[in-house]
């Protein structure tokens, strides 16, 4: 519950920051009004940290920079064309703190792209009225000390609702990556979406096409980092919004069979990336959030409706949706503009999340053990989280066992790392050695035979440069000829 005594204190606490009060001093010294707006104003209303500062002026463009350069470090006008210029201004309390100063705008939109014509406004109630939602519509005037809420912000963080602050079909088709947004902060702040915004986003959702897929990338990519994403998927799924972005979310409340029965996938999902998020804060406590891991819980069983076979007596099965679950996140992520390594994390977290219930049942040999971290390899402690995560089961008895098996998984990749190194698994001998013992140039072969010692490797572990060339020979001559191999070829081709 907002207290509004306290928050107030917060706001004059804001205006006395060292760079608050030395940007207010600049600018009313020039003869232009400034205010803290938007983010930096709503979370000091709500006791919560601030982070970025953001201002806007009657000030233009070319009058910011003349009056922050002397006052700042560095400044950089890459948003000139925008109204926004960027500086880094000494604190005296702490580390240098990076700004943006925007001045007044009116934007409108051409409703084909949301790109806006930029407009130059003259009034800060004008400005905070274009703004995506009332919460963030607010701006702390300085060095006076005004709060200017034109909208209603302040009501709202007492009800806990986003709502936009003109009418919504206005403000989403103007901008419709604001719907996105509605998700985010839903999550972000635990604020319910207002009924009639929550209604123009269903209304509107297909306009979210005209959005690049870096955009909507980016809006996912800050969900995924909120505390609990969950509240802002529900969102999402419940407007029919998702379907423009990521359907293979919504695909997973799969339809009930009254003869068949299976757990219910979307909120199995949802419960996985809670629980992967505590997992992964107890874990890394302090560390920023692990958006592959998070968006390889939400996803790692998209494959489940392209694999769900009814089976006679109401078993439900899903074969191999690991495997191609891992396709359709590949496929997906890369439509949304993700980078490559988030791409590929994702992918192989998926693929390999059911490996270690394949093993539950009986103990692990070491060889097994080892195959699990070099598939794994830099994704391994991610995996622990994914697999720990995917347990949802009420039966305690069950979880409890699967939790142990775990504990036991872990405890052996630490004896096995202390005593072999396994993070970096390598044959006995290289691919050099490999080609002076056989005699033979690079090619095929010399891959075959490094293949073949890896999986020694893998089984045995260490034994050395000798036997592992004994084996090698044994294996090189106990190989068909070249001539047999290829009339194998020739005979599958033909047949």
């Known amino acids: 519950m907002l ?24 600018f009313a010294d020039a003869g232009f009004e400034l205010a803290v707006v938007g983010g930096p104003v709503r979370d000091a209303l709500l006791g919560r940290p601030t982070h970025d500062l953001d201002f806007t002026t009657n000030a233009r463009p070319d009058d910011i920079l003349r009056i922050v350069t002397p006052i700042s470090t560095t400044q ?43 407009e130059f406004g003259d009034s800060i109630d004008g400005d905070l009225q274009r703004r995506d939602f009332t919460v ?33 079909s206005v403000s989403f088709g103007d901008d419709p990556l604001r719907m996105l947004r509605a998700a985010r902060f839903s999550a972000q ?41 969950a509240r802002g998927i529900r969102v999402l799924v419940d407007s029919g919004l998702i379907d423009e972005f990521l359907p293979e979310v919504n695909a997973l409340r799969l339809e009930v069979d009254e003869h068949h029965h299976h757990k219910d996938v979307y909120e199995h999902s949802l419960t996985v990336v809670r629980q992967a998020i505590a997992l992964e ?23 489940k409706p ?51 219930f394949g093993y539950a049942e009986g103990a692990w040999t070491d060889s097994a053990v080892r195959r699990y971290v070099r598939d794994a390899g830099e994704l391994i402690e991610r995996l622990h989280i994914l697999v ?22 872990e405890r052996r990749i630490v004896e096995l790392r202390e005593q072999e190194e396994l993070d970096s698994i390598r044959p006995d001998l290289d691919g050099n050695q490999i080609q002076q ?9 010399v891959g075959e035979a490094y293949r073949f010692l890896l999986d020694v490797r893998l089984d045995e572990g260490p034994i050395g440069s000798d036997a592992a060339e004994q084996r090698l020979r044994e294996w090189w001559a106990d190989r068909p000829s070249p001539v047999v191999e290829r009339a194998k070829r020739d005979e599958t081709s033909t047949g």
Do not use: C
């Open 3 to 26: 207290n509004m005594a306290e928050g107030l204190s917060r706001l004059g606490a804001l205006a006395a920051h060292p760079v608050v009060a030395t940007l207010a001093t600049a």
């Open 76 to 118: 950089w006008d890459i948003g000139r064309a925008f109204g926004t210029i960027g500086a880094r201004v000494p604190n005296p309390g702490g580390p240098a703190e990076q700004v943006e100063i925007t001045t007044y705008r009116a934007d409108s939109y051409d409703g084909t792209t949301r790109k806006p014509v930029v």
């Open 136 to 168: 963030n519509a607010m701006a702390l005037q300085v060095p006076a000390v005004k709060l200017v809420d034109p909208t209603g912000g302040v009501e709202d963080l007492v009800a806990g609702i986003l709502r936009t602050p003109i009418d919504p």
């Open 189 to 229: 702040l635990d604020f319910a979406v207002d009924d009639d915004t929550f209604a123009a986003v269903e209304r509107l959702r297909e306009t979210l096409k005209i959005v690049s897929p870096e955009r909507v990338q980016g809006e996912l990519v800050r969900l995924m980092q909120t505390d609990d994403p």
């Open 281 to 303: 804060k107890s874990r890394n406590p302090g560390a920023a959030p692990d958006v592959p891991l998070r968006l390889a819980a939400l996803l790692h069983d998209i494959g």
């Open 306 to 356: 392209r694999t769900r076979k009814l089976e006679p007596g109401g078993g439900v099965t899903f074969h191999h949706h690991d495997v191609v679950g891992s396709r359709m996140a590949r496929k997906r992520l890369q439509a949304l503009r993700f980078d490559g390594e988030t791409t590929d994390a994702v992918a192989k977290l998926i693929e390999l999340h059911l490996r270690f």
């Open 388 to 409: 720990r995560a995917d347990v949802t089961t009420r039966n305690k008895r069950k979880a409890a066992r699967l939790a142990s098996a775990y504990d036991d998984i």
């Open 437 to 445: 013992i056989l005699g033979i140039p690079p090619g095929r072969e």
